[in-house]
Nanobody, 127 residues
């Protein structure tokens, strides 16, 4: 069982930056691939970024590529999402999720592959 708690959301002007954190409980954090997803009002939840258990491999949605960076610190059981050059269309509730991983090449973008989810943190970008 893994419990995930996101933090770092808030209100920021367009062009600004935020760093989201997701703290995980449990001793096996390093055996999970981690992902960030977001859900805007009236829209379905969508993939943002994912990272392999070692942190050596990452993937991003096209809409955030070059602006967002996912990273993890396995010693701190924490995954991060650095968000730069924020746009109003980035406004959403951001969720982190954990997927049981059996290889270092596993870092899915499909939410159905994720086993555990956090409660979410609101990010609002004003124009």
């Amino acid at each position: 069982q893994v419990q995930l708690v996101e933090s770092g959301g808030g209100l920021v002007q367009a062009g600004g930056s935020l760093r989201l954190s997701c703290a995980a409980s449990g001793r096996t954090f390093s055996s999970y691939a981690m992902g960030w997803f977001r859900q805007a009002p009236g829209k379905e939840r969508e993939f943002v970024a994912a990272i392999s258990w070692s942190g050596g491999r990452t993937s991003y949605a096209d809409s955030v590529k070059g602006r967002f960076t996912i990273s993890r610190d396995n010693a701190k059981n924490t995954v991060y999402l650095q968000m730069n050059s924020l746009k109003p269309e980035d406004t959403a509730v951001y969720y982190c999720a954990a997927a049981v991983a059996y290889s270092s090449s596993y870092y899915p973008s499909d939410e159905v592959q994720y086993n555990y989810w956090g409660q979410g943190t609101q990010v609002t970008v004003s124009s």
